[in-house]
């Protein structure tokens, strides 16, 4: 069964991702219950993550059932099973969120999206370094930002300031509250040839509080990725993405010029846009057109074009 729906997919999925070129990409999530699995290809390796769930076998019988799976994972997308890296993973996270380390293996590797070098790690964090999610979401930042003022908050590994600067930002800003991903964000922009201090910043910063210190029409463009919830013991308050998220966008709505865009993401399944409460009449859903094929019914995330009043 999981052998003729994974051949399936891969058929489909790995046939557009050549003809588009490329080499990073979604394979499966989920798609049987009795195999609760997601699995992306990073270049030449495998993610594979397992979710945790109840099942009646014991920890040998698991084992040998996961070992299994992998035959057949190796088998259909021709690859070896030394490049197939096993990351266990539940679907809600806990008070670290992204932050949380699971392993230590220093499995990084460098992959391509878009003509641009990223570094991943398939084995130690709980995601990989690369939202494969949001592939067309930065291709629209990168045609946007030239001569723009950049923002980047909840900017993870920063992948969306590399397509800012490769678009000709006239500056970018970064703003994370893990140094650890702050300087994997750095790392990507050397990777680039796009590390400039002179134009581009990284902020080790809580957004909220850093909002508070922006004075008004800073940026040009802003990109709002936020975890769905954080009570991080580095932050003042907690984060409630579905509670804070009106007051976070007109906090950065202030520091954005007249005519200046925001894009909005949340994974957070249940959410709501308030938009009565959001400061500007231009709110455009762009969930849809910011979902790649390997997504398509897959995907629960929003995702919005907010545009500030001239």
């Not at 219950?33 to 099942?55: Q, V």
């Not at 910043?201 to 936020?226: C, E, N, R, T």
Request: charged share 25%; hydrophobic share 35%.
């Amino acid at each position: 069964m999981f052998r003729n729906r994974l051949s399936k997919v891969y058929r489909h999925v790995g046939k557009q991702a050549r003809r588009q070129g490329i080499t990073c990409y979604r394979v499966y999530d989920h798609d049987l219950p009795e195999f609760p699995f997601c699995i992306e290809i990073y270049e030449e390796n495998i993610y594979l993550a397992e979710y945790k769930r109840r099942h009646a076998l014991s920890e040998e019988e698991h084992e040998q059932w996961l070992e299994d799976c992998i035959v057949v994972i190796s088998e259909i997308l021709e690859m070896p099973a030394d490049n197939v890296y096993i990351k266990q993973r539940q679907r809600k996270q806990g008070r670290l969120g992204q932050y949380q380390r699971v392993a230590t293996e220093e499995a990084f590797f460098l992959a391509k999206e878009a003509g641009l070098t990223f570094k991943v790690n398939l084995s130690d964090y709980l995601d990989t370094g690369l939202f494969l999610d949001h592939r067309i979401t930065r291709g629209m930042v990168r045609e946007a930002s030239k001569d723009k003022h950049v923002l980047n908050l909840f900017c993870y590994t920063a992948s969306f300031s590399v397509y800012a600067a490769a678009g000709g930002a006239a500056s970018v800003t970064s703003v994370d509250l893990s140094k650890t991903y702050l300087k994997w964000g750095e790392d990507n922009m050397v990777l680039n040839n796009l590390y400039d201090a002179n134009k581009h910043s990284y902020v080790h910063a809580d957004v909220k509080q850093y909002l508070d210190s922006l004075k008004p029409g800073s940026f040009d463009l802003v990109i709002m990725d936020p975890p769905t919830f954080s009570n991080s013991k580095r932050m003042v308050d907690f984060l409630d993405i579905q509670r804070d998220h009106a007051e976070l966008l007109n906090k950065t709505l202030q520091a954005v010029s007249p005519g200046g865009v925001i894009y909005f993401s949340t994974n957070f399944r249940r959410f709501v846009l308030e938009q009565e409460k959001i400061h500007s009449s231009s709110i455009k859903d762009i969930t849809k057109a910011t979902t790649p094929f390997d997504f398509q019914g897959k995907l629960f995330r929003w995702c919005y074009k907010i545009e500030k009043d001239r």
